[in-house]
């Protein structure tokens, strides 16, 4: 879904790229060359030409006759608004919800650490009694060869 939802809000936002090309065009072509300047300016700085190649549109749709071409930009760009914003909520899930698998990983692998190292303490411990037993055991037998003698 993930994956849907971005390829969907590539497209809507290459034809949001194509729609604000064509209405810069059209505000040179209709003489408002510092507004197209702008447009271009603030689209590539800020990504906010469109907005304003959007709103300049419908003012102007009447007189530049752009009414046919203005509906399907703004449909466009609101489903491009739509699909980025549930693109980025839901990778934001995603992203959380990986962060809590790796914590639980991470958790899952000290515990193991923790019991492997408690197993390798319990085994030192346990040849330590063992040859302390030894030890033990071979101090009787010296005392028992002595105590014969």
Not at 12 to 27: E, P, S
Not at 78 to 91: D, I, L, P, R
Not at 117 to 136: G, P, S
Request: hydrophobic share 50%.
């Amino acid at each position: 879904m993930l994956i849907l939802l971005g390829a969907l809000s590539g497209l809507l936002g290459i034809a949001v790229l194509v729609f604000t090309i064509i209405l810069i065009v059209k505000m040179f072509q209709h003489g408002q060359t510092g507004l197209g300047v702008v447009t271009i300016v603030l689209t590539l700085c800020t990504g906010i030409g469109p907005i304003i190649a959007l709103v300049v549109g419908w003012q102007n749709a009447a007189s530049w006759k752009i009414k046919n071409l203005m509906m399907p930009f703004t449909l466009c760009f609101a489903g491009w608004v739509v699909a980025t914003g549930a693109f980025y909520a839901m990778f934001g899930f995603a992203f959380l919800e990986m962060g809590q698998d790796l914590q639980e990983f991470q958790d899952l692998q000290n515990q193991q650490f923790q019991n492997q190292l408690q197993d390798m303490q319990d085994f030192q411990n346990q040849q330590i009694q063992d040859m302390q037993d030894l030890q033990n055991k071979q101090f009787q037998d010296i005392q028992n060869l002595q105590g014969g003698f």
